[in-house]
């Protein structure tokens, strides 16, 4: 497309849409006439995707996620058209940039973090790769609550993000399926006397799918993400006639559940998982059949992937349609759920695990309840002779009352991973040892990884323009050809460049943050970054511990030697996680304190950045020098900024854990500040319950100075959370060892400094960082999932590079 095609088109776009000229058009129109072409740009490719993979019977993987976290699609869009830059031109001759029109569409935010963030980088790879695979999840009515602070606390409202639509979603209202709640229901026998099950009572509402195109980079492959929305059915209008009937309905997709060990409206959620599953399994069905197959060979073309346990029943819900609707024999349908089926666990934390009450599943899903029971009858009947009672005991789904949704998924799926190395060892050696004892074979890793055209190519553009005028632009399509650029690790003037990109990076953000929090940061100081979910395990207390004792040594001697720092979080706490929250308030109130004190001046900054997203990580991981990536050891699954971040140059401090152990081994000891215990070290203190936090606290007087600002009048205006965070430390033994790691960490910090003063040094530390990130990327572990799970090929098998392949296949 030329640059005046493109102007014509977006001058008719604008014209059709507002009867306006183009000269006229806000920003806000601007992106409503642009994302049209764009639409219409991809509208021929995304209809032959799915003709051809139609025609070609080829077998497709379908990637069930609670929680999609794609962000703002204009830019991503337009880069994957390859029409990015004209785009640009054309705007700029009318005198507005890309940013400010690309800034005024809404972020789909339809995650917590980092597993829907996951799920859209996954979506990103699938069709970059030209990989057959399709998202099915929930259109919620809100996304992820907007964080707003409020005299330093968190202030949850609601994020409207559908008011003026969304231009790139499509509703397919011909493809909507019903989906039954409620209601008894009991076995009969038909006249072939086959037991066909009867429902009484119960109602059922409509499933309305909205589809919206995944674009492959530059390869003409678009999948398809499918969410789902509730509707009243159509013939029953009547029924729903009044406010609070509709309502009740209308609650089902509202709202995106924030991840909390205590959530309140559980029954809605458990509803939110079955709609969504059965959707998305009854359409697969429909698809399915097209293709006039047997049902029990299912698995030579359907793939189902079962993203943590929020979808798990998608195997109670296979087997029900398969032994009910189908008439299948409860083995054959059985084997062919197993074939289909596969898990991925994201986290090892207990208290996330899900369990649902038998009774609530009994009276919202009864015949999901019967199958379940079956399904656990039979797992115990078959593996009473192999293996002893009390391990199948642990393993069953249906105990104390509760389901057991990770035991439902291992038992129903014939792969089960984790998202890093250290994490699936930990499944196969404690969480879920059992298991392991029972199904060896079915326990894997894949490590998680990162789209590096958005966290890279499109959030950071002075970056990818010193890496192309570098080592050319391959990194495009091949991210790991990023290890080209350690060839310029003594290249002064590429040092230079990548720094100086580094710069631009960090003036941007100071000005956000000025705009924002009227706030000024130096962009020569050290930009330190913390952000994640905030999570006790993820230790942002520790970091606040540090930058309290950099504080009271500032003050104690101005004349003290380090080089400035401006610490900068971005974190949302579940709106139901109290200690989590007073973490915020905290931090909020000693950023207070210290960016006022004057005699701190621009020594050291707190920057506590609101509504904390993934626009605004693009913004923020450009610009970052220091990673923090500082968990206790074992608890992170896997972490995903910590790959951004690196990408981006900043140099990672971090713990053992999750995947930066993967990355201390990429980019070697020499490039990373790692400390603190290791995930022995943790494991040892909890067989022997031999930590005692009072005793390093007892014998370090700087511990006993930061630990005290908590409660001591230091910090102002932290009554009650400074002693909730006292308590947690002190009175009930700091669960997450931070006294016990804050000597190593203070260390870490330490030599974070001496490196960033030496200039040279630390430039190199940064080009090996981004030489060293590729290995993460998304596309390798899609690939993975692809060829060890899914047994998917690419679209394009017959030609080598799916990438330029598509290009010449499909111009027809
Ligand atoms: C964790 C916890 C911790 C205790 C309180 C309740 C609660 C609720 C939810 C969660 C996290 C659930 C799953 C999740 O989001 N896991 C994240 O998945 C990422 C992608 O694999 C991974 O990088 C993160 O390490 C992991 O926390």
Known sequence: MTKEKLRTLLENSVNELYAISIEDASPQELFQALAQVVKYAYADDWRQTRQHL????????YYFSIEFLPGKMLKS??????????????????????????????????GNGGLGRLASCFMDSLASLALPGNGNGIRYKYGLFKQKFIDGHQVELPDDWLRSGNVWEVRKESKAVPIHFGGNVYLQENEAGKLKPVYEGGFTWRAVPYDTAMLGYQNQHLNTLRLWSVEVPSKE????????????????????????????????????????????????????????????????????????????????????????????????????????????????????????PVNMIKEVLPRMYQIIEEIDR???????????????????????????????????????????????????????????????????NKTNGIAQRRWLQLANRPLTKVLDDTIGDSWHHEPEDLSLLKNYQDDASVLEAIAYAKKQNKVALA?????????????????????????????????????????????????????????????????????AKSIIKVINETAAMINHDPQIKDKIKVVFLENYNVSLAERIIPAADVSEQISLASKEASGTSNMKLMLNGAVTVATLDGANIEIRDAIGDENIAIFGLTEE?????????????????????????????????????????????????????????????????????????????????????????????????????????????????????????????????NKS
């Open 681 to 809: 070290e943790v494991y040892r203190y909890y067989a022997e319950k031999n930590y005692s936090a009072y005793s390093y606290y007892e014998n370090d007087t700087t511990l006993q100075r930061v630990v005290n600002a908590f409660v001591d009048g230091t910090i102002p205006g932290i009554e009650m959370e400074g002693k909730e965070i006292f308590d947690s430390l002190i009175k009930y033994n700091d669960e997450y060892f931070l006294l016990r790691d804050f000597e190593a960490y203070c260390d870490a910090q330490n030599r974070i400094d001496i490196a960033y003063r030496d200039t040279q040094r630390w430039k190199k530390v940064s080009l090996m960082n981004i030489a060293n990130a590729g290995k993460f990327t998304a596309d390798k572990t899609v690939q993975q999932y692809a060829e060890d799970i899914w047994q998917i090929e690419p679209l394009f098998a017959h030609v080598k590079d799916p990438h330029t392949a598509s290009l010449t296949e």
């Open 77 to 110: 869009n337009l880069l994957s058209l390859d029409l990015l830059t004209i785009a640009e031109d054309v705007l700029h001759e009318l005198g507005v940039s890309l940013d400010e029109v690309a800034e005024t569409e809404k972020d789909m935010a339809l």
């Open 511 to 579: 000005d956000y943050i000025e705009a924002h929090c009227g706030l000024k940061v130096d962009p020569t100081a050290i930009f330190d970054v913390q952000i994640k979910r905030l999570h006790a395990y993820k230790r942002q207390l520790l970091n606040l511990m540090h930058i309290l004792k950099l504080y009271f040594e500032a003050k104690a001697n101005p004349e003290a030697e380090f080089h400035p720092r401006v610490f900068i979080f971005g974190a949302k706490a579940a709106p139901s996680y109290h200690y």
């Open 378 to 444: 039979r797992f115990i009947a078959g593996l009473e002779k192999v293996h002893p009672c009390d391990l199948l005991n642990r393993t069953r789904i249906i105990s104390d009352g509760q389901v057991h949704m990770a035991n439902l998924a291992i038992i129903g799926s014939h792969s089960i991973n984790g998202v890093a190395k250290l994490h699936s060892d930990l499944l196969k050696a404690v969480v879920l040892h059992d298991f392991y004892v029972i199904y060896p074979a079915r326990f894997n």
């Open 237 to 356: 209008e009547a029924k729903y006639a009044t406010l609070e009937s509709r309502q009740a309905l209308e609650n089902l997709t509202a709202v995106l559940y924030p991840d909390d060990s205590n959530e309140t409206g559980r029954r809605t959620r458990l509803m939110q998982e079955y709609f969504f599953v059965s959707a998305g399994i009854q359409s697969i069905l429909r698809y399915y059949k097209k293709m006039n197959r047997p049902m029990d060979q299912m698995s030579e073309k359907i793939a189902i992937h079962i993203n943590d346990t929020h979808p798990a029943l998608c195997i109670p819900e296979l087997m029900r349609l398969l032994v009910d609707e189908e008439e299948m024999a409860w083995e054959q349908a059985w084997a062919t759920t197993l074939k289909v089926m596969s898990y991925t666990n994201h986290t090892i934390m207990a208290e996330a695990l899900e369990k649902w």
């Open 54 to 61: 139609l025609a070609e019977q080829q077998k497709q993987a």
